[in-house]
């Protein structure tokens, strides 16, 4: 495993030109098909950076996902599922947990809205900024915190959060709620939360101000597997202080 003072260097992409043109073609009629319309120049850029993440993945425990055509759905198609759903408002964003860059990046390149990916594991913040630079994107940058002492300095700082299956619903709902104005935006993706999940959710999100606007479900193709997308709104002022500590989140959930 590499350490984190180890210099990223990405090499020129061996993937010939061909082929990643097949491959963004390929995602412009996935993403069509969840509602997203993307020029060959937008799935271009977010094929390379998926390539570039397959690379650093090699020394860097990036994703388990390494069949190129499985991530183009798992990771890219599954991240621009939350487009259609993102308000017109909007101006800026966070994604809470990046991980590799998903779902910010393809977030990003498909709206152009400018925004921080956020994660608590360095090596993979390095990993994001170092992708970036190379694919030439500056509007969005890479931030290595925890959440809630990002939140603590970054109070309604945004007007859309957005998240992947990082943690229960309960504990996403509270993370965001800081980070959001009035009438901001929370936007998840899960797999198939169960019913206790969904009840507790739904009680973390009154205690933190937060109304539930849309809920959608659908199935990502060649069986890769089901999608439920939740769209929160902070309607009013949470009613317990926020945010609590680094930890109480995961160790006291809300609408427990």
């Known amino acids: 495993m ?5 210099p990223i260097i990405l090499a020129p992409l061996e993937t010939s030109e061909s082929d990643i043109n097949r ?23 977010c094929v390379e950076h998926l390539l570039y ?7 860097i425990n990036l994703t388990r996902i390494t069949d190129i055509n499985e991530a183009l759905v798992l990771h890219i198609l599954d991240s621009l ?13 966070l994604d809470m947990g990046t991980g590799a860059g998903f779902p910010g990046v393809p977030l990003h390149v498909a709206t152009g809205l400018p925004g921080v990916l956020l994660d608590s594991v360095g090596k993979k913040i390095k990993a994001v900024n170092a992708c970036l630079k190379q694919l030439g994107i500056d509007r969005i940058t890479g931030v290595h915190d925890r959440l809630e002492s990002y939140a603590a300095e970054n109070k309604k700082a945004f007007d859309l959060v957005v998240a992947r299956a990082v943690a229960p619903l ?27 999940e969904l009840a507790q959710g739904r009680s ?13 479900s659908f199935d990502l193709p060649d069986g890769f597997g089901h999608r439920e997308l939740y ?4 309607v009013s002022k949470p009613t317990i202080k ?10 006291r959930p809300l609408g427990q």
């Open 53 to 59: 993440v397959e690379q650093i993945n090699q020394y």
């Open 81 to 93: 599922s939350l487009v259609p759903l993102i308000n017109a408002t909007v101006t800026r964003f």
């Open 204 to 216: 973390a999100a009154k205690l933190c101000g937060m109304e539930l606007q849309v809920h959608e």
């Open 231 to 234: 769209s929160f709104v902070q």
């Open 242 to 251: 926020l945010p609590r500590s680094v930890g109480e989140a995961r160790k």
């Open 2 to 6: 590499a350490s984190l003072d180890r």
């Open 23 to 45: 491959l963004a073609n390929s995602l412009i009629g996935l993403a069509s098909s969840c509602h997203v319309e993307l020029t060959l120049d937008q799935a271009r850029l």
């Open 170 to 196: 309960p504990i996403l709902i509270e993370y965001a709620s800081p980070f959001l104005k009035h009438n901001g935006q929370l936007l998840i993706s899960k797999g198939n939360p169960d019913p206790e």
